[in-house]
């Protein structure tokens, strides 16, 4: 158990949809990371956020959007779902205060379908 | 913009054996690491290296970070079958303050058979 957590574990939805995927990160880490991970194109950074700030920006579709809130957790939104979205989104978590900023330590992952 | 190749991409040995897979890039990244992925889990971090030249011993996994940063080996000893997953790098690259961009290798899918 990395000690970052996500919710849902799964997510069905059809096109055109908006949902929401939520991260907690582990005790005292301050970055929040997203992923996208699909069979095609493999894991695909979307978007860094470190104490509330987005910090460092990757892949991630102008349809999607991402926060981190006063308590760190951090959500990711996408909106006008397309097929192509089917994937598995990961959060990941480190600290950049006191230990190695390095290390990430990623949760269980959302499999999202849309259909 | 900044790649990362792994090889083999597949790869089937029996238990006992050695292997060693490879990541390599054409860019220098700010560190290096490792992780191990089982099927619908969590990629699970196995070392970080961050000086080009650095060797790292983890049990029987022994990693290396090529001197110019571009490129990194992780090498199996007498590989187990609870070795078998998807082994990715991912190079860290420096944006602003805190802001780091990780790259991802498409993986390598490691099966040690019984």
């Known amino acids: ?115 | 913009t900044q790649l990362l190749e792994q090889s083999p991409q597949f790869l089937s040995i029996q238990e006992g054996e050695n292997l060693t897979v490879y990541c390599n890039s054409s860019s220098v990244f700010s560190s290096l690491q490792w992780y191990r992925q089982e099927p619908g889990e969590g990629p699970v971090l196995l070392v970080t290296v961050v000086t080009g030249g650095e060797v790292k011993k983890l049990k029987r996994l022994t990693f290396q970070f090529g001197d110019a940063r571009k490129d990194s080996s992780l090498h199996i000893t007498a590989a187990q079958p609870g070795d078998t997953g998807l082994y990715l790098c991912a190079g860290g690259v420096w944006g602003n303050a805190h802001g780091q961009n990780f790259v991802f290798g498409p993986g390598t899918r490691l099966s040690v058979l019984p």
């Open chain 1, 1 to 115: 158990d990395s000690g970052v957590t996500q919710t849902p574990k799964h997510l069905i939805t059809a096109t055109g949809q908006r949902v929401t995927l939520r991260c907690s990160p582990r005790s005292g880490d301050l970055s929040v990371y997203w992923y996208q991970q699909s069979l095609d194109q493999g894991l695909q950074f979307l978007i860094q956020y470190y104490n509330g700030e987005e910090r460092a920006k990757g892949n991630i579709l102008e349809r999607f959007s991402a926060q981190q809130f006063p308590d760190l957790h951090s959500e990711l939104n996408l909106s006008s779902l397309e097929l192509g979205d089917s994937a598995l989104y990961f959060c990941a978590s480190s600290t950049s205060s006191g230990g190695n900023p390095y290390e990430q330590y990623f949760g269980p992952g959302t499999r999202l379908t849309v259909t």
